[in-house]
Each structure stands twice: as structure tokens, then as C-alpha cells.
């Protein structure tokens, strides 16, 4: 497993015992009331666990086992994966913040959201760019 | 495919049938509005796609492809993984049981509350139990040395 994916893997990882406890709290708290301000975490969850898990870990196992270029086993421009990476969970972070502290700071949360969204975007688009060659047929490389 | 990742996607498998016939009776409803009992089968269903389906069709997978930890023990301590069966699909099923009954009858939270307990639990648990399997090739170390072989 290449380096990127193990960081991509972890990540995705952390992110998912982080959303499951977010969930579990605002699960918990659904069924036996006990601090009603749990409620806002409820939009962190729904980020961690469905960007910050799934969408992250897919590409974590993308990386690692699409067809590789050449025969020195090269898997393309690696600079994309990591612009990727670091756009994703930039936006996971500004994402799951903005709920618990839009009460707060309304009008930095509006621009934080608008961020979370900004790089969506670019970090798919990056991933895109780079999976985009390695999605081929089966073929060998003369030895 | 060991057994342990058989049950697991298996399991997925009957959860993805249950949870297309769940939100198939949703949309039903919205469209033909048999009940206002139905609409609380909304997270019921969200959770049984995400959770029974998608989270534990890769636990399985991952539990399966993923470097082997040893040679002598190369899913590490297969106990972890049938802790992570047992409370997350004891745990989901108490959330889409207990869920509509506490819509429609309340005094039901408790459910909802053990629940949460166990799903968190085996998420937490399985995080421990696959981290270590998230690495590089592994290089095994021959058994015997290469002065033995002669």
C-alpha cells in the first residue's frame, strides 16, 4: 500500500470514530434528552462520515490499487492526490465546524461554509484529474 | 474470502434489501400517502443504507484485503472483528426498531440510547483493529535462514 493511501486511509479512519461519536451523541441525546445544543453536531456527522469517511476512504483504495502507468509501476502526477487530500479534509474541518460555531461568529460561518464548499470542489477535481489515466484495461508491460 | 469477511458482506448484502424496501415503502407513501406513521422511517432507512450497507460492505472488504498484520496471524485478533459484528448490527438494529416506536409511542428512548453506546463502540473498535493492517507491502521474514538451507 503506497504511503499516500495509508495517510488517506488513516485520515478517513480518524474521521470515522469521530463522526461515529458525534452520531452517537446526538443519537443518544435524541432518545434520553440531556443537553440540547448536542443537536448541532448533527450537520458534523453527516460531513465526517460521508466526505470525511467514505469519499476519503475510496479514494485512499483508488489510489492504491487502480492500474499503475508504466512498468516502474508509476501511478501518475502525485501532487494532484495530495492537493486533493489536503482540500478534502480542509473542507471537512471548515464543514463541521460551521454548525456549532455559527451562533457565535454568523458571519465568519457564512464565509467558512462557502470555503467548506470552494474546496469540495477543487479536491475532486484534483482527484478526478489524476484517476482519470490509471481508469483503463487490463494490459501487461514487457519485462 | 475468510469467514469473517463472508458474513460481514453477506450481512451488507441483506441490509442493502431491506433498506431499498424501507425507503421504497417511504416514497410509496409520499406518493400514494398510506400513513403518517410511515415518515418516521426516514433515518431508519438513511442508516440502514449508510450504516448496515456501505459501513459494514467495507469493514468486510478492508478486514479481507488489506496487508496481512503477521504471517502467523494475519487478520490479528479475529475476536475484535466479531465484537464489531455483533454491536454494530445489534446496535443498528435497536436504532431502526426503537426509532419509530419512539415516534409513534415515545418511552421508548432507551433503545435509541443503547443504541448509540454500541454502534459507537464498534466503529471505535474497529478502527483499533484494522489501524495497524494500514501499511505497506509486508516483508516477511524467511523461517528458516539461509545457513539452515544448506
Redesign the interface.
Do not use: N, S
Given at each position: 500500500?503506497?504511503?499516500l493511501s495509508?495517510i488517506m486511509?488513516?485520515t478517513a479512519?480518524?474521521w470515522?470514530?469521530v463522526g461515529?461519536?458525534f452520531?452517537?451523541?446526538v443519537?443518544?441525546n435524541?432518545?434520553?434528552?440531556f443537553w440540547p445544543w448536542l443537536w448541532l453536531l448533527r450537520s458534523a456527522h453527516v460531513h465526517l462520515?460521508l466526505v470525511g469517511w467514505?469519499v476519503q476512504?475510496a479514494a485512499g483504495m483508488a489510489f492504491w490499487i487502480l492500474p499503475r502507468l508504466d512498468p516502474h509501476g508509476s501511478r501518475g502526477n502525485e501532487r494532484l492526490v495530495w492537493a486533493s487530500y489536503i482540500l478534502l479534509n480542509s473542507g471537512v474541518i471548515l464543514a463541521a465546524l460551521h454548525d456549532p460555531l455559527a451562533a457565535a461568529a454568523p458571519a465568519l460561518t457564512s464565509l467558512m461554509i462557502a470555503a467548506a464548499g470552494v474546496c469540495y470542489m477543487l479536491a475532486a477535481l484534483t482527484f478526478a484529474l489524476h484517476a482519470w489515466r490509471r481508469v483503463v484495461s487490463f494490459r501487461t508491460f514487457p519485462r | 474470502m475468510h469467514t469473517q469477511a463472508r458474513v460481514f458482506i453477506r450481512t451488507a448484502l441483506v441490509y442493502l434489501v431491506v433498506a431499498f424496501m424501507v425507503g421504497g415503502l417511504y416514497l410509496l407513501n409520499q406518493g400514494l400517502n398510506l400513513s403518517d406513521k410511515i415518515g418516521a422511517l426516514l433515518y431508519p432507512y438513511y442508516h440502514l443504507l449508510m450504516v448496515g450497507w456501505v459501513t459494514q460492505l467495507i469493514c468486510g472488504v478492508a478486514m479481507w484485503m488489506f496487508p496481512p498484520l503477521t504471517r502467523e496471524r494475519p487478520r490479528g485478533d479475529e475476536r475484535l472483528g466479531w465484537f464489531v459484528y455483533a454491536a454494530l448490527n445489534l446496535g443498528l438494529l435497536l436504532r431502526v426498531i426503537g426509532e419509530p416506536l419512539q415516534a409513534w409511542y415515545g418511552g421508548w428512548g432507551w433503545m435509541l440510547a443503547a443504541s448509540a453506546i454500541l454502534q459507537v463502540l464498534a466503529i471505535w473498535v474497529f478502527v483499533i483493529a484494522i489501524w495497524p493492517r494500514v501499511k505497506g507491502k509486508p516483508i516477511f521474514k524467511p523461517k528458516t535462514t539461509p545457513s539452515e538451507v544448506k
Open positions: 500500500m503506497p504511503r495509508q486511509l488513516r479512519l480518524v470515522i470514530a461515529y461519536t452520531g452517537a451523541l443519537l443518544y435524541k432518545g434520553v434528552p462520515l467514505l476512504f | -
